[in-house]
């Protein structure tokens, strides 16, 4: 028995195998019908084997998939807005940051050429 073993560290490393795959799995989309992590892409739940529609990146049953589609486009929509809305805030600080920051830095650098490197 290795040393670092003793210290539980194998242990360690173990533990954070396993919570790295649960939350691989818990980031992948769920599984309609028995609710389990299933692959982006597959027609079929590997869980259950039932069949699988994909409206983006959310999966759904097949009979539903153009009411989630819907749901999917217009959720994107409101994320464009909001994106936009949040942009059209900060443009005009973003305007004056540039018009500050560097003339600030020329005048440093000037300041610094000339009174701190004095050969
Ligand atoms: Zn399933």
Redesign the pocket.
């Known amino acids: 028995m290795e040393l670092w073993k003793l210290f539980g560290f194998s242990n360690y490393l173990q533990n954070k195998q396993i919570k790295d795959h649960l939350i691989a799995d818990s980031n992948k989309p769920k599984?309609?019908?028995?609710?389990?992590p299933?692959e982006l892409g597959y027609t079929r739940?590997?869980?259950?084997?039932?069949k699988?529609a994909w409206a983006g990146h959310v999966a759904c049953k097949p009979g539903n998939l153009s009411k989630v589609q819907n749901k999917v486009r217009s959720r994107e929509r409101e994320d464009r807005i909001r994106q936009a809305r949040s942009d059209a805030r900060w443009k005009p600080y973003k305007k004056w940051f540039w018009r500050i920051y560097w003339p600030s830095v020329l005048i440093l650098l000037w300041w610094f050429f000339k009174y701190v490197l004095v050969f």
């Open positions: 599984c309609p019908h028995c609710g389990g299933s739940c590997k869980n259950c084997g039932q699988i």
